[in-house]
Nanobody, 117 residues
Framework: QVQLVESGGGLVQPGGSLRLSCEASGFTFSSYPMTWVRQAPGKGLEWVSHINSADNALYTDSVKGRFTISRDNAKNTLFLQMTNLKHEDTAVYYC???????????WGQGTQVTVSV
């Protein structure tokens, strides 16, 4: 069955960096677009970044120039390199698979990122 397992979250000071990973299994990872979505405390879900099977990437405006999405198809792993982190980046980060209908059909369990002094 499809599984997505995130890791790499933690507590970091403003201006710091973290690298999130999402290990995928149960499907042909290289064939699917993948996204990162986050949910800040008390807020709704926010789309963060998207990468397709050709490695074309998109970002929400608030993270452009600070976050980089990438994928290693040989290791079935999605990454999100986050730099110059800000307090407002505090959230649970989820990786999701994007199906042919552009629906986020499978989600990981999430990893907590907390940016604080």
């Amino acid at each position: 069955q499809v599984q997505l397992v995130e890791s790499g979250g933690g507590l970091v000071q403003p201006g710091g960096s973290l690298r999130l990973s999402c290990e995928a299994s149960g499907f042909t990872f290289s064939s699917y677009p993948m996204t990162w979505v986050r949910q800040a405390p008390g807020k709704g879900l926010e789309w963060v970044s998207h990468i397709n099977s050709a490695d074309n990437a998109l970002y929400t405006d608030s993270v452009k120039g600070r976050f980089t999405i990438s994928r290693d198809n040989a290791k079935n792993t999605l990454f999100l390199q986050m730099t110059n982190l800000k307090h407002e980046d505090t959230a649970v980060y989820y990786c999701t698979r994007v199906n042919d209908g552009w629906c986020y059909d499978f989600w990981g369990q999430g990893t907590q990122v907390t940016v604080s002094v």
